[in-house]
């Protein structure tokens, strides 16, 4: 495949853009993997050409990519990024330990976003009161149904996820 075909040079493995770098040809997603599996030295990488690539190939993406998976790119090398900048830091000082710790909330973080993500589409797939279901002259706690539209609680539905995931952090410890 050249690089004159479509609007994303050799798109990689999952949709992700294709970087050819010193010491690395492949694309972001696999970058990401190797470096996740330490199956490449970090270190080597020029950090200033990666990130010209990708906003190349984010610039030339533009109208045919989705939003969503141009936001995914950018989380990518966000991670490599993270993953490089943790190696300038010396082992067994304080700030190693201290970039660990970061790099486990970093981690608990994104599971806890997953777990809202996959919260957020069992809630979509459930049946919407207004629209799915009907109730018999009972208000609904968290929403309403005005003129076909509707309208939330959004203070009502987020203290309802933030009791749920805090019950699911409790429920793990």
Known sequence: MDGSSGAVDRAGEGGSPHLTLDGFDGSLALLLAQARAHQIDLSTLRLP???DQLADRLERA????????QADWVVMAS???LLRSDLLLPRDAPAQQAAERRASD???RLVALQEIQAL?????QRPQ??????ARGRSEAIGSVIGGSIEVD???FLWACLNWLCYRILAQQ
């Open 129 to 134: 009161l207004g629209r799915d279901v009907f």
């Open 79 to 81: 991670w490599i990024l």
């Open 62 to 69: 533009r109208a045919t990519i989705p939003l969503g998976h």
């Open 106 to 108: 970093l981690r608990d």
């Open 154 to 156: 959004m203070i009502a």
């Open 49 to 51: 050409e990666l990130i």
């Open 120 to 124: 957020g589409a069992w809630l979509d």
